[in-house]
Structure formats: C-alpha cells, structure tokens
C-alpha cells in the first residue's frame, strides 16, 4: 500500500531522515515513537506524498511517487485518511460542515453520503454536536472531528500524528478504541506518539508493531516499552 525504500529527507541543509525503509501492509497497526524533532510528522509527510523524499523510493498504492503529478497526488490521497497534530477547522463552517469538506470537494456530497456522515458523526460521538462551531468544541471533541473528517472517504489508511497529545487519558482511550474499531475493519493504521501508555494499551488488544525514530533511522523498538 504505502512502501519506503531507503529514503532520505534533508532539511535546511541538514539530513533529518536517513536509510528509511518500511512497508505498510494491509490492516496492519504501526505505532512511530521517537524524541521531539526526530523527524515523525516528516515521516508522515512523506507516507502520503505531501514531501517527496531527497533521494530513495516512495510509492503510493504500487505507484512510484516520482512518477506521479499533483493530480495523481490527490487522488491517491482520497485512500489515505490524514489526523493532523493540530487538527485546523474552518471556524465559520459546522462541525457537520467541516467533516463532510472532503465529499464536497470529491463531488460526492450525495443523499447517501449524507446518511453516512450522519453515521458517522454518531460513531464518533458527535451527533449532539454535528451543529456547533469549531471554536465550541473541546479538545477531546475536536480529535473525534478530526478523525471523522479524516475517515469520511473511506480511506484504505489512516496516518494519526499526536492525536491524544492535547487530550485526558480517558479520552485518548476512546481516540484508541476508534482507532483500533478501523483496524478491525481491516484499514491499516499508523499512529505517531509520545504516549507510551497508549501504546502498551494498545498492545494488549492489537498485534502493533512499535518502530522509533532516532539518529535518523527508523527502528524497531524493543519489548520495553
């Protein structure tokens, strides 16, 4: 689905990720760990084509991504579900409004689709509030928009980027039960955290695999965790 072959990413002059390689496979659960600044939301960047890498192989549902336009870009993107860290909402629009923008701008804002927004919303939690403005959420509120949002195209993978790291534990353990219902759904989930709690609750009910960035090298993290 989404295949690195050792990439490198420089920034600023400087080499931030180096010999990165990693295949994510169907249904699979990855969680990516690793200091401040070690590189994990570039990382992700570079898992759904918004960066392309200085130098190795990145491809996208068997395409290679130096081969592909803008255009090609965005439409492998309606297959990869993205919850950003700081989860950005147009603040005049709804939270109905604000999930549903990727049909809208896919053309796909049917009555069918609407039904299953509606689904959707109360998966999430959210029904109560599918009217009220970003500004009115909570944080917890707003991670469950965010993944609602970031789910509303049915994508194939979900790429998760610190999204219990604003949150109470309680809520990040109903962020987890969400994120582990869309495995069980067969998608394939990558979640990048500092939390370790997170992560060793997860393992008692998904077979994850733990990778960390450090010294610009992805790794497989030991049973320590």
Excluded at 34 to 50: M, N, V
């Amino acid at each position: 689905m989404i295949e690195l072959d050792n990439v490198a990413y420089s920034y600023g002059g400087g080499e931030l990720l180096s010999e990165i390689s990693l295949k994510l496979s169907p249904g699979s659960f990855h969680f990516l760990t690793g200091p401040s600044g070690a590189g994990k939301t570039t990382f992700l960047k570079l898992c759904y084509g918004a960066l392309r890498p200085t130098s190795g192989q990145v491809r996208l549902f068997n395409t290679d991504l130096r081969n592909m336009t803008r255009d090609d870009i965005a439409l492998s993107r309606r297959r990869i579900g993205v919850v950003h860290q700081d989860c950005q909402f147009l603040d005049h629009l709804s939270v109905t409004e604000n999930v549903s923008l990727p049909l809208t701008v896919a053309g796909h804002d049917t009555l069918a689709e609407q039904s299953n927004l509606r689904e959707l919303l109360k998966w999430v939690g959210l029904f109560d509030r599918a009217d009220a403005l970003p500004p009115e959420l909570s944080g917890g509120e707003r991670q469950r928009a965010a993944l609602a949002r970031a789910v509303i195209m049915s994508p194939d993978v979900i790429l998760a980027d610190e999204p219990t790291g604003n949150i109470d534990w309680e809520m990040s353990q109903r962020l987890l039960q969400l994120l582990l219902e869309l495995n069980r759904m067969g998608k394939t989930i990558m979640v990048a955290t500092h939390d370790l709690n997170l992560i060793r609750t997860a393992k008692n009910q998904v077979q994850a695999r733990v990778l960390r960035i450090s010294n610009r090298r992805l790794q497989l993290a030991g049973a320590d965790l």
